[in-house]
Each structure stands twice: as structure tokens, then as C-alpha cells.
């Protein structure tokens, strides 16, 4: 089957740092991607890891251990426009979505 | 950016009637086509996938009779809900990839949401 892991929720204070994990157990994979979504809306693309490794983008960051099949999305300098969920995907022929986080940022 | 349309944003219709969605790639032509439905704070499930020119692919548990798709262009599909009920209600989100205007094709982790419709059957 597939699969993919994320904590359901994660709060943190704003201009501080948060990490959001993902595992995944999926049949094929290309590559691991990131998506936000603000209630109401639709997911806005983030981030895309195809090798091992960090990419950076801005103050998100994502990061990919193929052979842990584990990566995550690092968001620095929070602010509290970034209140929302965000979902790991998993690339094969089409997405597989996780759960999704609900981040909670405090003042 | 690539840009995708979905109209209607939203809508409300009664028990037992059918309603259509259309999702349009504005820019590029989206050989491929992604519905989605998404249940209030729940994750994104992907209902079927499309190929302009041939039937839709759907998804395991997806009624294929029940939501009728078709993507008759390059830029447009459509979702039909045929006789709607109300567990039926929720967010509807089209995604396309497909060949930009300049001949690229659109990379291959890259998918261009629509903003989504929201249905509420009463």
C-alpha cells in the first residue's frame, strides 16, 4: 500500500523555526514534494526534492534522505501569514497526498 | 506560473441533481488532468486522472458512473456529480500538467491546482 506520515499538528512561535516530517511507503517514487494550503483554498506548490539532500527557497528549506524514505520542510523566520496545512506528496505517475500538518503560530 | 481555473467556485443544489464542473488550463495546454476531493480538514484524494482524448483513470473506491469526467480539449475538463447526494458535499480541486506555450512541457513534479469548488448538497 502507500503511505505517508505527518504530525497532524505542529505549533510555534512566531520568528522562530519549525521542522514537519514526513515518512513515506509508497510502490513508486520519483520524488517529494511540499504543498501549502490556507483554509478555503487550494494547495500552493512549495518545494520539490527529486535527490537526497537540502534545497532552500526563501526561508523554506526541504530535505530528502531517499534511502530513509523520510524527508521534511523547514519553515525559519515564522510568520503568521504562514498559519496553515501543509502536505507532503509523494511524485509518482500522480501525487499521493499526506494527512497534513496544521501549523499554529502563537504572537 | 501556469494558471488553472475551476468554476464554479461554489455551489448549492438539492438531492438527486446533477452538477458539472469545469476546470480550465488558461495558459498551457494541460495534457493531464487531476480531480480531487477534499472532506473539511482531511487530506486531498485523488478521484481519477484524466488524459485528453482518452478515458479517465479512476481511482479505487471512486463510483467511475457517478462521477462523470471528461477531457474532450487541451484545456478543459470537466467533473460531473450525477445525482447528488449530501455526503457528496465537499471541496472539489482540478490540478493540470501539461505544455506551456513556448513548447515546455511543464516539469514533471509540478502539478497547477485550480482554486477548488465547493459543493454542498442540501
Known amino acids: 500500500g502507500q503511505s505517508l506520515e505527518q504530525p497532524s499538528e505542529v505549533t510555534a512561535v512566531e520568528g522562530a523555526i519549525v521542522q514537519i516530517n514526513c515518512t513515506y511507503q509508497?510502490?513508486?517514487?520519483?520524488?517529494l514534494s511540499w504543498y501549502q494550503q490556507h483554509d478555503g483554498g487550494a494547495p500552493t506548490f512549495l518545494s520539490y526534492n527529486a535527490l537526497d539532500g537540502l534545497e532552500e527557497t526563501g526561508r523554506f528549506s526541504s530535505f530528502l534522505s531517499r534511502s530513509d524514505s523520510y524527508g521534511y520542510l523547514l519553515l525559519q523566520e515564522l510568520q503568521m501569514k504562514d498559519s496553515a496545512s501543509y502536505f507532503c506528496?509523494?511524485?509518482?505517475?500522480?501525487?499521493?497526498f499526506g494527512k497534513g500538518t496544521r501549523l499554529h503560530i502563537l504572537p | 506560473g501556469a494558471v488553472v481555473s475551476q468554476h464554479p467556485s461554489w455551489v448549492i443544489c438539492k438531492s438527486g441533481t446533477s452538477v458539472k464542473i469545469e476546470c480550465r488550463s488558461l495558459d498551457f495546454q494541460a495534457t493531464t488532468m487531476f480531480w480531487y476531493r477534499q472532506f473539511p480538514k482531511q487530506s486531498l484524494m485523488l478521484m481519477a486522472t484524466?488524459?485528453?482524448?482518452?478515458?479517465?483513470?479512476?481511482e479505487q473506491g471512486v463510483e467511475k458512473d457517478k462521477f462523470l469526467i471528461n477531457h474532450a480539449s487541451l484545456t478543459l475538463s470537466t467533473l460531473t456529480v450525477t445525482s447528488a447526494h449530501p455526503e457528496d458535499s465537499s471541496f472539489y480541486i482540478c490540478s493540470a500538467r501539461g505544455t506551456g506555450t513556448s513548447g515546455r512541457v511543464t516539469p514533471y513534479n509540478e502539478q497547477f491546482f485550480g482554486p477548488g469548488t465547493r459543493l454542498t448538497v442540501l
Open positions: 484524466s488524459n485528453e482524448g482518452s478515458k479517465a483513470t479512476y
Open positions: 509508497t510502490s513508486g517514487f520519483y520524488g
Open positions: 506528496a509523494v511524485m509518482d505517475d500522480k501525487i499521493i
